[in-house]
């Protein structure tokens, strides 16, 4: 097989996240743990110059490519258009995050990374679900991926996509298997959406775990004290209280939820600041370090104290103490436990939409 990117003299989209992967061992054993059929098709992000696409071209029925970059367009065109594959080979240009995507029963890329959270939750949306993806992204965000309850990683990200999917870590792959190589690691990843998903409300769901992982250790009990949680937990208890609250469909829960977290990503200006970031979380994680030990102190004042003066804050540690969720803390706790909580508070009419 040809390797266009070592005869190539282009320069390569930092911008894009274009970090193309050349070690043919690597790209074989993605392929391979891609387990596709003769009569899969294949979605393929990001392809650059084609390297993984003439590997999955092989086994597969069709492989439909998005690419943004119009000079890996042309690339792509020229090397597969008029090849042995072009009957199998359809090419979209354009962004991924905003493209409509026909059907498809396998994903299978080397991610942008900087376009890596909101990829997975778009892929989690797509409808009508496919079977599997196989997906290369930086380590420490594959990593969150299937991070689990006490694991310093475990965050809303490995949650959320845990309750969607089930996410398996597959293998490492190191910065110098890439052309330019990356400043970071790499992983793959397999993820499989769960069919059918569980049938709960996302978006009251991914309201209570943006509560819980905002200080991911400290406990329950401290979380929900919070003066801007109370008010907005009570406003909903009111408004809702007089109002009702609409039971939507799951599947178009996920779309809402899916919508929600895209929203939240700044997409164009996040490699920019990976750097920053990186601080930044270091910098909180140490205080959430710190604000965790203060939850003795805060449990050891008198409880006369903390709850006579706010019925609704009553309300809700009597709800965490009679499901013994009054100490734990959102680290340690997995899906099942926040259902639990979720189902104790929307019991008692507190929600979090």
């Known amino acids: 097989m040809k390797n266009t990117v070592s005869k190539s003299n282009m320069v390569f989209n930092k911008s894009f996240g274009q970090h193309i992967l050349i070690n043919q061992q690597i790209l074989q054993m993605i392929v391979d743990k891609s387990a596709i059929r003769p009569t899969d098709i294949v979605l393929e992000i990001g392809p650059g110059t084609g390297n993984l696409t003439e590997l999955l071209l092989q086994r597969a029925k069709q492989v439909i490519c998005v690419e943004i970059d119009p000079r890996m367009v042309i690339e792509l065109t020229k090397r597969f258009k008029y090849s042995q594959y072009s009957d199998k080979f359809k090419l979209i240009q354009g962004d991924f995050l905003t493209a409509e995507l026909p059907f498809f029963d396998l994903c299978v890329a080397n991610v942008p990374y900087q376009i890596s959270s909101p990829l997975v939750f778009k892929l989690l949306a797509q409808r009508p679900l496919w079977r599997c993806a196989v997906l290369m992204f930086q380590q420490e965000f594959a990593f969150r991926l299937v991070a689990k309850p006490g694991n310093e990683l475990y965050c ?3 949650a959320n996509v845990q309750m969607l999917s089930r996410v398996d870590h597959l293998m490492k ?10 400043k970071v690691e790499s992983s793959v990843v397999r993820i499989e959406p769960k069919n059918p998903i569980p049938n709960i409300n996302y978006i009251e769901w991914d309201g209570l775990l943006r509560i819980c992982f905002n200080r991911k250790n400290k406990q329950l009990s401290a979380i929900f004290k919070n003066k801007s949680v109370l008010k907005t937990l009570e406003h909903n208890f009111h408004v809702i209280e007089q109002e009702g609250i609409k039971v939507n469909d799951p599947a178009n829960n996920v779309k809402q939820l899916i919508s929600s977290i895209m929203e939240e990503e700044d997409v164009k200006g996040k490699g920019k600041k990976d750097k920053k970031d990186k601080k930044d979380k270091q910098n909180q994680q140490k205080g959430e370090e710190s604000e ?22 009553l309300k809700i540690n009597e709800i965490l103490k009679s499901n013994d969720m009054f100490q734990m803390r959102p680290v340690k706790m997995d899906n099942d436990g926040f259902l639990q909580l979720l189902c104790a508070m929307n019991a008692q009419g507190i929600h979090f939409k």
């Open 156 to 158: 809303r990200l490995s």
């Open 173 to 182: 792959v190191g910065k110098n298997n890439f052309k330019p190589p990356p």
């Open 292 to 313: 965790s030990d203060d939850d003795e102190d805060n449990n050891q004042q008198p409880e006369k104290q903390q709850t006579t003066q706010n019925p609704f804050r």
